[in-house]
């Protein structure tokens, strides 16, 4: 049975920072494909950032370029999502994502090609 609990979320003044951690259970994310998705109130869920092919291969959402990276510690089976500059627009709940194995470019943005999912962890970027 696979799991993915993420952890990290909370508040943070508009400019802060935040690290987010999906830890998997049942997935080795060096085999696969795992991304970050966020969902703001009264929106659809959308793509933040992905390591599309074995546990590597970055790609990251145009709204959040140069402001978030995403990485994985293979021995904690953990990913990570570093969160800079962060302003009100990125207050969304926060959401881990695993594919059985890696996507290519032009799916690894698209909710439908990951299988497993985290319950999601909140974001709030307030004054």
């Known amino acids: 049975q696979v799991q993915l609990v993420e952890s990290g979320g909370g508040w943070v003044q508009p400019g802060g920072s935040l690290k987010l951690s999906c830890r998997a259970s049942?997935?080795?994310?060096?085999?696969?494909?795992v991304g970050w998705f966020r969902q703001a109130p009264g929106k659809e869920r959308e793509f933040v950032a992905t390591?599309?092919?074995?546990?590597?291969?970055?790609m990251v959402a145009d709204s959040v370029k140069g402001r978030f990276s995403i990485s994985s510690n293979s021995a904690k089976n953990t990913a990570y999502l570093q969160m800079n500059g962060l302003g009100p627009e990125d207050t969304a709940v926060y959401y881990c994502?695993?594919?059985?194995?890696?996507?290519?470019?032009?799916?690894?943005?698209?909710?439908?090609?990951?299988?497993?999912w985290g319950q999601g962890t909140q974001v709030t970027v307030s004054s």
């Open positions: 049942g997935l080795t994310f060096s085999a696969s494909a």
């Open positions: 994502a695993a594919a059985k194995q890696s996507l290519i470019i032009t799916t690894a943005a698209r909710e439908d090609f990951y299988d497993y």
């Open positions: 390591l599309r092919r074995n546990g590597n291969s970055p």
